[in-house]
């Protein structure tokens, strides 16, 4: 749809993103996982907490046995190493099993968000973004809420938890091996995460961004092939995809490379802590103060808590990336709608329906100019009106008022008398529907494609709306009738095929009112013609608006109204303009590569 006029800019792009986000506005929307959250951290800290026992506890009993006590005074020891050894893999298990099952419910809220703000905006509110952007953000940037809680949230959870209560253990065999534990836990667990997530801030900050290039100039090569073979530009767009992909190679590579940081000195920290609560045990056995089979406990605590911290680099990495992908999400979430629906909604009238418009102004944005400005209109029941006018006359952007995707500053524009702002817009839509140029074809079935509209609509009705699109026939003599396949976005048929099915989808929704939005653009004269000629046929019995810059066939419509921006230049029917010999007797007879008439030269 065109929807900016050409006459002056509109801003309809301008407005504000607001991005940048908490990453608690994202916490939010995983609420009500938080019980499963917080048992996932528990049975996390469980298995961390396990892995400890085993390591501690076994290093006792090795040391413990070095000196053959009777048998039953290491039975404790053995139970306990197996009861760690089982536990630690249970408790791991089902940490990853309820983690990741709150995880995908959060996630599936947070999709459910996005796409229901997606439908809130309509077509005329979304996000100046490119459709692959748009599905990056929509897959890529929403899965990040799933590392946020199972890479990020969890581990450092649990790193507190379990840090703390090992600490104390270590305190009470050993105080001064507790105290190095404790300053080796803290530099781990916040040190080396804001060191990594310092040097990954730039790389990560891009990565979701490149990502989203990567995926909308993907989705151009494949959908744009033909075009791009036919004027040879392939090579070239594959040249900018392997540029976008080399750039996000690059980024990668810098992450890696930052995540090798972070190991390696987790890595050293930890044996560091390790050989100091060594020494200082060693130290606290000659002097008495620390029984000797203890002596392998302090060392090997430390080594094992820094199974806690070894993973916080990298999640403060994760987190730098999360940023981003929270913020890119969010601009779609928190996006605020052009059209809200009212409090307390006017019921729909019952057709059939009477739209009267007087003096309308609408624009996109508080400072843009006018995109319609005082536009007048009256389409009774059963009639049939034309508007016509170039490319960004305000034409479409009617059609956007019309169908509530676009809001009006001043005027009035009622159905039956009750102003459209006063409506919801599902319930304006369910009396206002539009076949637009660019009707969306879904890669399935002909019946599928058509019974979208009406899913509890009879075979009758069906083949009837099929029938009156002029669709029937060529239906029927398809191999598989109506449950022959059309391909993607309807690549399997032809142009006019495509607009005629979306006729008949319309048809079957029995809308009272229907705008016809440039029906025969991206035909060749002789279809578009005669397919803008079935249109008006087909929908004989109903309120037509039909919105196009060709002429022909405006003979049988009952009033024509020329836009020219944003307002009413000429309105009248087609033989009363073409006496006139003003604005559109030229454009007619330019059209039709005739000479103007007298009349019309007058």
């Known amino acids: 749809m065109s929807s900016i006029t050409d006459c002056a800019p509109t801003g309809a792009g301008d407005r504000g993103d607001g991005a940048e986000a908490g990453i608690a506005q994202t916490l939010a929307l995983a609420q009500p996982s ?26 006792w009993l090795i040391s413990r046995a070095s000196q053959h006590p009777p048998e039953f ?65 929509f897959v890529h940037d929403v899965d990040s809420l799933l590392d946020l809680l199972v890479r990020v949230i969890g581990p450092f959870a649990i790193a507190v938890l379990v840090g703390a209560v090992t600490v104390l253990l270590l305190w009470w065999i050993l105080p001064s091996a507790g105290v190095i534990l404790l300053v080796a836990l ?6 080396l995460p804001w060191l990594t997530g310092r040097l990954a801030r730039s790389s990560e900050s891009k990565q979701a961004a490149a990502r989203g290039e990567l995926t909308a100039a993907t989705i151009d090569l494949v959908r744009g092939a033909p075009e791009l073979a036919a004027y040879g530009a392939i090579d070239a767009q594959l040249l900018r995809a392997e540029r976008i992909d080399a750039g996000l190679a690059r ?39 620390l029984d000797a089979t203890l002596l ?44 809200v629906d009212p409090a307390q909604p006017e019921p729909l009238p019952r057709p059939p329906h009477t739209l009267r418009l007087r003096g309308l102004r609408s624009r996109y944005g508080d400072d843009g100019p006018w995109a319609l400005d005082g536009i007048d209109l009256d389409l009774a029941p059963g009639q049939r009106i034309a508007v016509v006018g170039r490319s960004g006359a305000g034409k479409t952007t009617l059609a956007s008022v019309l169908l509530r995707f676009l809001p009006y500053q001043s005027g009035s524009a009622t159905l039956d008398g009750v102003q459209l702002q006063a409506l919801r817009g599902d319930d304006c839509r369910r009396a206002i529907g539009l076949v637009a140029q660019d009707a969306h074809i879904f890669n399935t079935t002909v ?8 899913r509890q609509a009879t075979d009758v009705q069906l083949r009837d709306a099929l029938r009156r699109a002029r669709l029937l026939e060529w239906v029927d003599e398809l191999p598989g009738g109506v449950l022959t396949e059309v391909g993607e976005l309807g690549s399997r048929i032809s142009g006019g095929q495509r607009q005629r099915l979306a006729l008949a989808r319309a048809l079957l929704a029995d809308f009272p009112v229907l705008i016809l939005d ?8 002789a279809t578009g013609d005669a397919l803008v000629a079935d249109l008006l046929d087909a929908t004989a019995a109903r309120s037509v608006l039909l919105i196009t810059h060709r002429l022909a066939g ?37 059209e039709r590569g005739e000479a103007p008439t007298d009349t019309t030269a007058r």
């Open 186 to 191: 803290a530099l781990g667990g916040t040190g």
């Open 518 to 525: 440039e029906p025969g653009e991206h035909l060749d004269t």
């Open 73 to 137: 005074r290491l039975a404790l020891a053995i139970v306990a190493v197996q009861f760690f050894g089982l536990s630690k893999g249970l408790l791991r298990y089902a940490q990853r099993l309820v983690s990741h099952d709150a995880a995908f419910r959060a996630l599936a809220d947070l999709r459910v968000a996005v796409f229901t703000r997606l439908e809130a905006l309509g077509s005329a509110g979304l996000p100046a973004l490119r459709r692959g952007d748009l599905l990056a953000r």
């Open 34 to 59: 938080a019980r499963r959250l917080l048992l996932a951290s528990a049975l996390g800290a469980g298995a961390v907490g396990a892995g400890i026992g085993l390591l501690a506890t076994s290093a």
């Open 251 to 289: 980024i990668e590579r810098s992450t890696a490379r930052t995540a090798g940081v972070g190991q390696g000195l987790a890595t050293l920290l930890s044996g560091l802590a390790m050989v100091s609560a060594l020494l200082v045990g060693i130290s606290a056995v000659r002097a008495g103060r």
């Open 447 to 454: 019946e599928e494609n058509v019974r979208l509209a009406r």
């Open 554 to 590: 405006l003979e049988d419509v009952d009033e024509v109204i020329v836009l020219e921006c944003g307002r009413v230049l000429e309105r009248g029917t087609h033989a009363e303009l073409l006496g006139r010999g003003a604005a559109y007797a030229a454009m007619w007879y330019r």
């Open 296 to 339: 392998a406990v302090v060392a090997v605590v430390p080594l094992a808590a820094f199974e806690l911290v070894t993973g916080l680099p990298i999640a403060a990495q994760v987190l730098q990336r999360v940023r981003r992908s929270v913020a890119r999400t969010l601009q779609v979430v928190q996006a605020q709608p052009l059209v």
